[in-house]
């Protein structure tokens, strides 16, 4: 992964991308004009290798820092090392338990730097993807978002553990009131709060052209979901964009709204019908839940 940084500016700017025989990926992270430090982070393990030599998928990664500078973009780079070295470990887990084992390490790293003076009180909430076989898993752990997107319809995959997710999925308000809602960034789960943590996992089938985009708050509260569907639908097709455009484009358009907040957006594009990685000699993997 290539990474530029600006002094100062906490985690900085952060790109890095690649193209392979069956997916092509991109991750975009930047401060933005109002925050003056970057508390998300983001990061990926794609092996340029053949996939039938993987011993698991790809794992992509986003994750919004809690606790102010510099406490915040700690927890978050510390969540999005430990949860990519869990992950490259290469045990004999099966996709669904590496993903949550490797989330679950991001909290116990999380929780233990928060033991040190300073940083009492930090946290991250961490949005992560791999590909198995036909599927997507995405684990998430706070606010930070996965959507689907086919065509041109989007799907958002994941649930906010945030007050004003919770009412909402009770009804209790409107999306309209919760866009402006005082409680919108309370959240009620994240990584690094306590020792052991719940982590939601969701499945998803994968087709050929389908785009998956991980994407921290500063990014979904700026650009809603259908327009993010529209935007990142440009990638189909022979004069498509490519990955690296979809990124920027959905940050820079956050960026040109004037987000609040940090801006992130990773986004992983399926360009085979064929399972990612290769199954032949896993299929095992891909079975077990």
């Not at 530029?4 to 992270?29: C, D, F, M, Q, T």
């Not at 036909?134 to 930070?144: E, K, T």
């Not at 996965?146 to 906010?160: F, I, K, M, S």
Request: aromatic share 2%; with cysteine; net charge negative.
């Amino acid at each position: 992964m290539s990474t530029e940084a600006s002094e100062g500016a906490g985690n900085g700017v952060i790109a890095a991308h690649g193209v392979l025989a069956k997916l092509a990926w991109a991750v975009r992270s930047e401060p933005g004009d109002v925050r003056p430090h970057n508390e998300d982070c983001t990061g990926a393990f794609a092996p340029t290798t053949p996939d039938d030599a993987w011993d698991r998928g790809p794992l992509v990664v986003v994750a919004d820092g809690l606790g102010g500078h510099a406490a915040g973009e700690i927890a978050s780079r510390v969540a999005v090392e430990a949860a990519i070295a869990d992950w490259t470990r290469g045990n004999a887990q099966a996709p669904r338990q590496a993903l949550r084992s490797a989330v679950r390490a991001a909290n116990v790293a999380v929780y233990d730097a928060a033991l040190e003076s300073g940083r009492h009180g930090m946290g991250t909430t961490m949005t992560a993807l791999t590909l198995a076989g036909h599927s997507a898993l995405i684990a998430n752990v706070g606010d930070s978002r996965a959507y689907r997107v086919r065509g041109e319809e989007c799907t958002q995959l994941t649930a906010d553990h945030s007050k004003v997710g919770e009412m909402l999925r009770m009804r209790l308000i409107t999306p309209e009131q919760a866009a402006n809602h005082p409680a919108r960034s309370m959240l009620t789960r994240s990584l690094g709060g306590d020792a052991a943590v719940q982590v939601d996992i969701v499945e998803t089938d994968v087709a050929r052209d389908d785009v998956l985009v991980l994407c921290s708050d500063g990014l979904w509260d700026a650009v809603a979901r259908d327009e993010l569907g529209m935007m990142v639908s440009g990638l189909r097709g022979q004069n498509a964009q490519t990955a690296v455009d979809a990124a920027e484009a959905l940050v820079d358009l956050a960026l040109k709204r004037d987000t609040p907040d940090n801006v992130t957006a990773a986004v992983v594009h399926v360009l085979s019908d064929r399972p990612i990685p290769a199954a032949a000699g896993r299929r095992s993997l891909f079975r077990r839940r």
